[in-house]
């Protein structure tokens, strides 16, 4: 298994940047997929990005794409999130999770391991 702990969120105002974190533990980070996930107030958890587990294939929802860039760093058991131009649409706690099962990046019912979130504020 792997445990996973989010850090970098914060308050930022729209149209600034911030990058996530998740540091995974274990020597087995660089075989699992990783995502991004991301929990508004009174919505339900959504899918933000994937990344494969060499990271050469990326992921996207169509509400980040060109905004939000995935990117990890095996060699650290660091997974990013490189976020630019935030909104404050994109205010939720964001999550890192490890695909454990199935086809699908988008799917969150086959990541298997989260971490506590990191809340993501961004002001109007």
């Known amino acids: 298994q792997v445990q996973l702990v989010e850090s970098g969120g914060g308050l930022v105002q729209a149209g600034g940047s911030l990058r996530l974190s998740c540091a995974a533990s274990?020597?087995?980070?660089?075989?699992?997929?990783m995502g991004w996930f991301r929990q508004a107030p009174g919505k339900e958890r959504e899918f933000v990005a994937a990344?494969?587990?060499?990271?050469?294939?990326?992921y996207y929802a169509d509400s980040v794409k060109g905004r939000l860039t995935i990117s990890r760093d095996n060699a650290k058991n660091t997974l990013y999130l490189q976020m630019i131009n935030l909104k404050p649409e994109d205010t939720a706690v964001y999550y890192c999770?490890?695909?454990?099962?199935?086809?699908?990046?988008?799917?969150?019912?086959?990541?298997?391991?989260w971490g506590q979130g990191t809340q993501v504020t961004v002001s109007s």
């Open positions: 274990g020597r087995t980070f660089s075989s699992y997929a």
């Open positions: 990344i494969s587990w060499a990271g050469g294939s990326t």
């Open positions: 999770a490890a695909k454990r099962s199935g086809t699908s990046y988008y799917n969150q019912d086959n990541y298997g391991y």
